[in-house]
Nanobody, 114 residues
């Protein structure tokens, strides 16, 4: 059974940084594509960043140049480094396995104050 556990969320002032982590178990982590999503209050969940098994990355336009995604296959962990945070980045951030069974983590709250 796949489990994804996010950590690293919190409250930060605008312009600050946070690094989210997502630890995976129950999957061959090194060969799967991973993604980070977020959902702000009253809004639909949106894709923020993706990293393939080969290390290729893609980002939502709203976070390009500010967020980076990385993976450590030895630790079965994917990271989301968030810099120059804005109040509009406030959301619950979710990790997702983008290969079957497409599992979700439970999310971690990020709050950016102005």
């Amino acid at each position: 059974q796949v489990q994804l556990v996010e950590s690293g969320g919190g409250m930060v002032q605008a312009g600050g940084s946070l690094r989210l982590s997502c630890a995976a178990s129950g999957t061959l982590f090194s060969i799967v594509t991973m993604g980070w999503y977020r959902q702000a209050p009253g809004k639909q969940r949106e894709l923020v960043a993706v990293i393939t098994d080969g290390g290729s990355t893609n980002f939502a336009d709203s976070v390009k140049g500010r967020f980076t995604i990385a993976r450590d296959n030895a630790k079965n962990t994917v990271y989301l480094q968030m810099n120059s945070l804005k109040p509009e980045d406030t959301a619950v951030y979710y990790c997702r396995l983008l290969s079957p069974p497409n599992s979700w983590g439970r999310g971690t709250q990020v709050t950016v104050s102005s």
